[in-house]
């Protein structure tokens, strides 16, 4: 069986995308999705991601780590997602659709992607680090020089240690390199390595960065090894609702493979 697939990164996040709207796709084989998302033996992506028909909003989203197992939500490929259903003429400059985490407004415009997040109401602030979850679990570090970290070596350590042990969770750290902005590197569990770019961790970052007073701005710059990001929300307490994720989401190729 041939395939038809859709390449497309977020700042550098790469995404397998398929048109599942006739629901073909076989969601339960683990194997084949990881060996899709593959960089040696498939055609390589941090995650792949299938666009399906939704009973009330636009589409769903439907997403899976390179792993091959579902996955929690996932920033920029909901915002990769949305540039393929633009693509594809489901939606024009704006939609509404379903996900793991809930619904999701977005809109696109030459490129550019703003997605609307999960509202955040509870984060742990430890001495160590902060723990919240924007539509993903997330681990933030802030740091002095975080070029110096060893993502992978020392993010696994921490996804795999106490509290977290299987259930796991993403590792950020992040250096302040301005009033507004930081520059973030991020382990992602799935992938199990460090990835180029993490939009819900950005978005945790931005978070934990006003709710620990490092910074009194609500609309906050991010830069990842694959671009610069932004994140705005409202802030009232413990509540940070009205959460934006924009940046660039950027069709790269399509083509067919056998199954």
Excluded: W
């Amino acid at each position: 069986m041939k395939l038809h697939f859709y390449k497309y990164q977020g700042t550098g996040n790469d995404f397998i995308m398929i048109d599942n709207r006739s629901l073909f796709f076989p969601k339960n084989d683990v194997k084949l999705i990881n060996k899709l998302c593959d960089r040696r033996f498939g055609i390589g992506a941090d995650g792949l991601i299938l666009l399906e028909p939704s009973e009330n909003e636009d589409f769903k989203m439907i997403y899976f780590n390179a792993d091959g197992n579902e996955g929690s939500m996932c920033g920029n490929g909901g915002r990769c997602l949305v540039a393929f259903a633009k693509q594809l003429n489901v939606i024009a400059n704006k939609t509404t659709f379903d996900a793991v985490d809930g619904l999701h407004f977005a809109t696109v415009e030459d490129g550019i992607v703003s997605l609307k997040m999960i509202d955040v109401n509870k984060i742990d602030i430890e001495n160590s680090h902060s723990f919240l979850n924007t539509g993903s679990p997330h681990d933030i570090r802030f740091c002095e020089n975080v070029n110096n970290v060893n993502v992978k070596e020392t993010g696994a350590k921490i996804r795999y240690g106490a509290p977290y042990f299987e259930t796991g969770t993403n590792v950020n750290f992040a250096e302040q390199i301005g009033d507004n902005h930081f520059k973030v590197r991020t382990y992602e569990r799935g992938v199990e390595d460090e990835t180029l770019a993490c939009g819900t961790g950005v978005t945790a970052v931005a978070i934990a960065a006003h709710k620990t007073k490092k910074t009194n701005d609500t609309t906050i710059k991010l830069n990842v090894l694959g671009g610069d990001l932004e994140v705005s929300f409202e802030a009232n307490g413990e509540n940070y609702t009205n959460v934006f994720l924009k940046g660039p989401a950027t069709f790269v190729f399509e083509g067919d493979i056998t199954i």
